[in-house]
């Protein structure tokens, strides 16, 4: 095995862009004569099941058909169904002992890799890749190397300046720093968004591969990051998303305590529930530098993080084909070390803009404020004006908040009473009886009986797998049945479960 000789005189050159070269070369090499590699060539996945008798009565059958086939007598055709009977019989009988010994195979010593693979592959669910064909207009694109392109204009569109309005664009400064040129460059591999039209390109998410040394330096500057902001108290103590010690039980919690005190005192409760637009792909990275500027950090940290956002490109993989370099010309890569704490520190400081009278709450992106009180229309004049106040700031900073969001209006009282009117852009918000928040389903009475129907649903779903792999004389192991158990049923279960007091009890 060759290691890779990383000399003092690779990194001591004045360009730092030639040193990282030196580096990423001598690891290459490295990797090429030790690691194996594998054929170019797709793998032809062979049936576990076949065998030699499967081959010998499969000739056996063939052998009876030709001779049917030229002498087309009675005999002759006795003779081909008894030979085609038999071989089905003999796969039947091979698929069956096949799939016991498969699933005989998952035991307390297989590991969570090797299980989850063979239970995925029990549930019919294989990790495999299609070229999708796209529509852009009305163009059709199939060949792999259009598709790559096709969403890679579609993804430089939606980062680019042209998504910003007029007045947004005047202000946006930009800054020239010392950086390597290999880590402004991103691979993006298109995740295409569950339950959406895989034809068109914006249903599909970016995700960004960086240099894994940009990431390594990314890991120790975030450790540092995070630090100092939970240090200085910098983040809103109601953002709860990617925070030690924080999770999404901090938001729900709150929420139902919320609701449940405006029944308790007869209250109505509106609550209007956000999510931010392309909020990565649109995060306005001179707000992201001002924020930090603004909480008072200075020096190399703050220069890495502004030539960490400084001329990013990126090209989008799919299967072996790669498009065109493209710009991307705001937001933050999808995917790296840093943009979920740089989402965070700037889309947190929308809770500053909130009114006392407004209560809110954030899970990165996910939005969520309330107001209680016994006239409604109080309660809606107190929510126009804080989603008004929302809307500013989000056209100030680039975000946008789209009126096909949905709000709920909570109210156990038995009297006839109007929903309210909440508008954005002139635009009204739709009310519904049910909302899921954060993988929780609020109906307006608090009832949670949605929620369970659901959840029921889910993991009767989830308890098909068992069954699959469950047999009185054969299948999987006691420990195995747990592991599975606990992970695809029992935690569904167990998560929200603080908000289900009453039903619990």
Known sequence: MQLADIAKSMVSTADITEAIQNVVNCLINAANNTIPKCSPRLRKFRRPWWNEACRDSRREEKKRWNIFRRYPTTENHVAFKRAKALARRIRRRSQRESWIKFVSSITSSTSSKQLWKRVKAANGIYHEFSFPVLNAGNVTHSDPLDIANTLGHAFAQISATDSYSPDFVAIKIWTEQKYPSQWHEDTVIPILKPGKDPSNPLHYRPIALTSCLCKTFERMANARLIFELEKQGCIPPLQSGFRRGRSTFDNLVLLETQIRNAFVRRNHLVSIFFDIEKAYDRAWRYGILSTLFNFCFRGNLRTFLKNFLSYRTFRVRVGNFYSNHFIQAEGVPQGSVLSVTFFIIHLSQILNFLPSYVHGSLYVDDLQISSQGSNMNTIERQIQNAVNQLVAWCDKNGHTISAEKSRVHFCRKRNIHLDPNIQIRNAPIPVVNEIRFLGVIF???????????????????????????????????????????????????????????????
């Open 443 to 505: 109906d307006r009475k608090l009832t949670f009986l949605p929620h369970i129907l659901h959840l029921r649903k889910k993991c009767e779903r989830s308890l098909n797998i068992l069954k699959v792999l469950s047999r009185t004389s054969w299948g999987a192991d006691r420990t195995s049945f747990l592991r599975i158990y606990q992970a695809v049923i029992l935690s569904n279960i167990d998560y929200g479960c603080m908000v289900l007091p009453v039903l619990l009890s």
